[in-house]
């Protein structure tokens, strides 16, 4: 059983480039985040979905785009990457707990991104 | 914004004692959660806690919740090397609605000295 698994874990880009992260899950959880993590700042919400076909806007969604085709796969993508993005990203995923359910995560090893 | 604030940022303690660490939050909660992260992995879910609980246990994990003062403790007793990590604590934005999301605290560095 693997869990949630983040591809690539490691990626350098140059300013002005793109890339997608893959966030990919087995447990057929219905909700699918994407965090990004940087030092003294703790986990801050990108995107997530509720769902397959859905997304929403977290906390700092501004440059960054999701997609959720398959109920599986959680893509993050970056149009034009910025160096204020360097940073690690985390995907995560819970399953849809019905009214005040509480929510627990699942997390992945996460991708290191540095942009130049 | 961050919804919790753990205290205090780090904490270095001898293998044995124990490591108390806690969460400030905001706003009415419904639940209440710590999660834990090993230099360079993800976060793993250590406990959760009900707004309706005062206090929960989980092997040397002991976790408190006090509403009124909106925080909460997390409690290692008898640490081990192993519980080297950062802790973070994380809540549903409020008690009504987008419990499909959670805030994350900017986390308790612990260090534990063999």
């Known amino acids: 059983n693997a869990g949630v698994t983040q591809t690539p874990k490691f990626r350098v880009l140059k300013t002005g480039q793109s890339m997608t992260l893959l966030c990919a899950q087995d447990m057929n959880h219905e909700y699918m985040y994407w965090y990004r993590q940087d030092p003294g700042m703790g986990l801050r919400l990108i995107h997530y979905s509720v769902g397959e076909g859905t997304t929403a806007k977290g906390e700092v969604p501004d440059g960054y785009n999701v997609s959720r085709l398959k109920k599986q796969n959680f893509l993050l993508g970056l149009e034009s990457a910025a160096p204020s993005q360097t940073s690690v990203y985390f995907c995560?995923?819970?399953?849809?707990?019905?009214?005040?359910?509480?929510?627990?995560?699942?997390f992945g090893a996460g991708s290191r991104l540095t942009v130049l | 914004s961050q919804q919790g604030e753990e205290d205090p940022q780090a904490l270095s303690i001898q293998e044995g004692e124990n490591a108390t660490m806690n969460c400030s939050y905001k706003t009415s909660i419904n639940n209440l959660q710590w999660y834990r992260q090993n230099s360079g992995r993800g976060l793993v879910h250590l406990i959760l806690i009900r707004s309706n609980e005062r206090e929960k246990h989980s092997g040397r994990l002991r976790v408190t919740l006090d509403t009124s003062k909106k925080s909460s403790s997390l409690l290692i007793t008898a640490s081990r090397a192993a519980d080297t990590a950062s802790y973070f604590c994380?809540?549903?934005?409020?008690?009504?609605?987008?419990?499909?999301?959670?805030?994350f605290g900017t986390g308790t560095r612990l260090t534990i000295i063999p």
């Open positions: 994380a809540t549903p934005p409020d008690s009504l609605f987008g419990n499909e999301k959670l805030t």
């Open positions: 995560a995923s819970s399953i849809r707990r019905a009214g005040a359910g509480a929510n627990v995560l699942t």
